[in-house]
């Protein structure tokens, strides 16, 4: 029932749809990728409890609503990152603004002893990129509080990539040591991950006023209710208490 689409695929239908004009027969969710697992383990438990089928666009949350900004049918947007939905909210693009979870970031490793055993300063980390990711700019503040930033940035020590999912891509090509990534995609990767002194970060989501469905709507309350709570804990997150 769950399904996504590649970047390749979002770009083909974008083409395909006049601005401000949705395909009639689906009814598209924008997913940061590093939370998007989690999402998608509820949008199951919705659609187990009756709700109707959707589709999941992952990309980076800074593109994503980019295109929302620009005319892109996505009916709702799930964000790992509190500030590009403000400013959507801002833009009147998107509106029923809350947040669903708190996340937090870790350091990724798929040997175990990298995680416990060597300083950052040793490693080679790769991490969201901070002028599009909510993650990317925890990483680089953490870094930058280590006093690491610099130095391994340009000694090629830090590695930035497009998003938190090719964070890990880029540990499984063993072009890096570790990741600075959610700790919810930490858990769907596997391997081994250690707690960081970072901030949480609120997920945030909103309803695109251009695209009004009742299903979406629907998930978009599901997500916040007392029913979705046990899953946000299952991928690691701290779900909000009160539904608004």
């Not at 970031?105 to 798929?110: A, R």
């Amino acid at each position: 029932m769950r399904k996504c689409l590649s970047l390749a695929l979002v770009v083909a239908m974008l083409l395909a749809c006049a601005p401000g004009v949705a395909s009639a027969s689906e009814v598209y969710v924008a997913v940061s990728p590093g939370i998007a697992q989690c999402v998608e383990d509820i949008y199951a438990s919705f659609v187990a409890a009756g709700g109707g089928e959707l589709v999941f666009v992952k990309e980076a949350t800074g593109p994503l609503a980019q295109k929302i900004d620009a005319g892109a049918p996505f009916a709702l947007l799930v964000a790992a990152d509190p500030d590009w939905p403000e400013w959507l909210r801002e833009r009147g693009k998107i509106k029923d603004v809350h947040a669903c979870a708190q996340g937090h970031l870790v350091l990724w490793c798929e040997d175990e002893k990298v995680c416990k055993d060597v300083a950052m300063a040793d490693l080679r980390i790769a991490t969201p990129d901070p002028d599009t990711t909510s993650h990317g700019v925890m990483a680089a503040d953490l870094l930058k509080s280590e006093g690491i930033w610099e130095k391994n940035l340009e000694s090629g020590r830090i590695i930035i990539v497009k998003n938190a999912l090719q964070a890990v891509m880029t540990v499984n090509a063993g072009s890096a040591d570790a990741a600075l990534i959610p700790s919810s995609l930490a858990i769907e990767s596997g391997g081994f991950y250690a707690s960081l002194p970072s901030p949480a970060i609120p997920t945030v989501g909103g309803l695109n006023v251009d695209f009004p469905d009742e299903t979406v709507a629907a998930f978009w309350e599901y997500l916040r209710s007392p029913e979705s709570a046990p899953l946000w804990e299952k991928w690691g997150f701290e779900p909000v208490d009160v539904q608004r």
